[in-house]
């Protein structure tokens, strides 16, 4: 499977390494899209991979799947055309708290018969909502979220602070950066009005820390997640990064597990 990344940051040099410098059974790397081809040409010799500028160009050269790498800007921008075409991976999950782009890029993925690819990113247990919700009958859902202070806020504490306290929609336009788990959590589950959402800068950790919570007809269901960050960018998690390379090589598979 031939891959298109837009941006070429932290996330796409993780992927860039693992999957062209590694074998990972048929997926390929072939195309990156930027802004400044002259910014990245180290990028192109050393992972042998094409730049491009230009959108059209960029989704006629050869790939199958486009993987959004870049910001929630890039997911408004670029992806309604990106779906007219082709498969795509969305990692800026957070522009998806905007339910008209939802409706949207929906519309247009049903009309073209492509599909997005939302990665679970810093959490795990997302089959377990879904599954539970299936009928309607999931009835709480929260997410307490601690980070180090460092990550979120400019100034010195000497104790753990709660930054903010509400729903997955307000959270992601308070921290963009850093709260995309939120929103794939509310799109899995009852909605971002419904989501409730705590987020703690904390200045003693130095991993995030993730810990959901799930009340419902089936049951009760908790976990907590512990992620390093990712080494090339501290404010994004390890796990994020895994996330969409197991989406890739599951995509790529034909024998898919959970969901």
Request: net charge negative.
């Amino acid at each position: 499977m031939n891959i298109g990344i837009v941006g070429a940051g932290a996330i796409a040099h993780f992927l860039l390494n693992e999957i062209n410098q590694k074998d990972h059974n048929d997926l390929r790397v072939k195309s990156v899209f930027v802004k400044d081809k002259r910014k990245y040409e180290t990028v192109a010799s050393q992972f042998e991979v094409e730049l491009f500028t230009d959108l059209t160009d960029f989704l006629s050269s050869g790939i199958d799947v486009v993987v959004e790498a870049a910001n929630i800007n890039a997911v408004k921008d670029l992806v309604p055309d990106i779906i007219t075409q082709k498969d795509v991976v969305v990692i800026s999950v957070g522009a998806f708290a905007d339910m008209e782009l939802v409706t949207k890029i929906s519309h247009l993925a049903h009309k073209y018969n492509n599909d997005i690819h939302l990665p679970s990113g810093a959490i795990g247990g997302l089959d377990i909502l879904q599954n539970a919700h299936a009928l309607g009958k999931v009835t709480y859902v929260s997410l307490t979220t601690c980070k180090p202070a460092s990550s979120l806020i400019a100034e010195e504490i000497e104790e753990a602070q709660v930054v903010f306290e509400g729903k997955a929609a307000d959270a992601i336009e308070r921290f963009p950066k850093n709260m995309n788990v939120s929103i794939v959590l509310a799109l899995a589950g009852i909605g971002m009005e419904n989501t409730k959402v705590t987020l703690i800068a904390d200045p003693y950790i130095e991993k995030n820390i993730h810990h959901v919570e799930i009340t419902g007809e089936f049951g009760e269901a908790t976990f907590t997640i512990k992620n390093n960050p990712l080494p090339e960018n501290p404010k994004t998690s390890y796990l994020a990064a895994m996330s969409i390379l197991g989406t890739l090589k599951r995509m790529n598979g034909k024998i898919r597990i959970g969901g």
